[in-house]
């Protein structure tokens, strides 16, 4: 079974711009989550999605939106790049159990 | 809401026993994880327990919780140089069909000296 993947895995974007990063879940998995990693503040809940639909959401700006297609792949998508943007972007699939991408470095100059 | 606490540095001897700890406020957990990140890779989620357990045991590691402290350890048994990583503890107040909200610790560093 392939894992979770995401691409691309290395992004460097200046401020102002807008990116999107794309996550690939375990097949016959439903639910997506997002994490924002950082070294100040740890992982940090973005949001999840499940058949397409966005159940939980975490304390982020309106600049960080989410969708999930019906084959459950997902995009994240962050405008207006501030340089505290630059982070770990972290995907997971959800099935009998959490699985985690490696996750896209954004790097925001 | 929700607050998942670990220290943040760890050094053992190889060969040793290693035990990472953490402390969580929500009484609602259910689930409770410890996940292991190394360098420039994703996390792997190597054990979880349910709120349910005192205990859960993984060939080298034992996960011992205590619910009335809301107090959560993993233990490794004959630490390897391998193990040297970031150990993340994680909380979820539910399931239903899919993982919806998962609180991370800041994550412990364990560093494995030779």
């Known amino acids: 079974k392939a894992g979770v993947t995401q691409t691309p895995r290395y992004l460097i974007k200046t401020r102002g711009q807008q990116v999107t990063l794309s996550c690939s879940p375990i097949s016959g998995h439903r639910s997506v989550s997002w994490y924002q990693q950082t070294p100040g503040q740890g992982l940090q809940f973005l949001f999840e999605y499940f058949s397409e639909t966005q159940r939980n959401k975490g304390n982020f700006p309106g600049r960080f939106s989410g969708r999930q297609f019906s084959n459950s792949r997902s995009e994240m998508n962050v405008s207006t790049l501030e340089l505290g943007d630059s982070a770990l972007y972290l995907c997971a699939s959800s099935g009998d159990t959490q699985y985690f991408g490696p996750g896209t470095r954004l790097t925001v100059l | 809401g929700e607050d998942v606490e670990q220290s943040l540095f760890l050094s053992v001897r190889e060969g040793d026993s290693s035990v990472i700890n953490c402390t969580y406020t929500?009484?609602?957990?259910?689930?409770l994880y410890w996940y292991k990140q190394e360098p420039g890779a994703g996390l792997q989620l190597l054990t979880y327990?349910?709120?349910?357990?005192d205990m859960k045991q993984d060939q080298r590691l034992t996960v011992l919780l205590n619910k009335k402290d809301k107090h959560l350890s993993l233990r490794i048994a004959d630490t390897q140089t391998g193990d040297s990583a970031i150990y993340f503890c994680a909380e979820s107040p539910n399931y239903s069909g899919g993982y919806q909200k998962v609180t991370f610790g800041i994550g412990t560093k364990l560093q494995v000296i030779p």
């Open positions: 327990i349910f709120s349910n357990m």
């Open positions: 929500d009484s609602s957990s259910t689930y």
